[in-house]
């Protein structure tokens, strides 16, 4: 069995990411609303969001906007046979960047979520750059 490429478990360690996402956006969801509505058939308005579940749905929602992205450069590098080098650095940058973003996104640090979130982007370009080098 041939070692799995780089950028593929980076891949695999996202996903994990994106299971944590929705563990925490569902549990903070399930405090505020309470375990009936979530239950339930969920009809009519849920309460208004809280700060730590709205935390939780907004960090969600911006993995998933960066997550595709991710995802298609990982495969694409390994699919072109680029893998390894700056494209799984990159790779690294990004999974590490998006488990930093999580607690400090639930624990309302304004400006380091930004520097993170563009830590995470720059993994991406580096990503890019090594698929179109």
């Keep these: 069995m041939s070692p799995l490429a780089p950028e593929l478990r980076w891949l695999a360690y996202a ?11 569902a549990t903070t969801m399930t405090l505020r609303q309470g375990i009936g509505w ?18 939780a749905a907004r960090a ?5 906007e960066t997550f595709p992205l991710f995802a298609a450069l990982a495969l694409a590098l390994v699919a072109a046979g680029r893998s390894g080098g700056a494209g799984a650095h990159g790779a690294a940058l ?10 400090i996104y639930l624990l309302g640090v304004p400006v380091l979520r930004t520097v993170v979130y563009g830590v995470s982007i720059a993994g991406l370009l580096a990503m890019l750059g090594a698929l179109l080098a």
Excluded: K, M, S, T
């Design 15 to 25: 996903c994990v990411i994106g299971f944590v996402h929705l563990a925490v956006q």
């Design 94 to 103: 990004y999974v590490w960047a998006r488990a930093a973003y999580v607690p």
């Design 60 to 64: 969600l929602r911006n993995f998933l």
């Design 38 to 55: 979530n239950v339930g058939a969920r009809d009519g308005a849920p309460r208004p969001e809280g700060a730590l579940d709205g935390r």
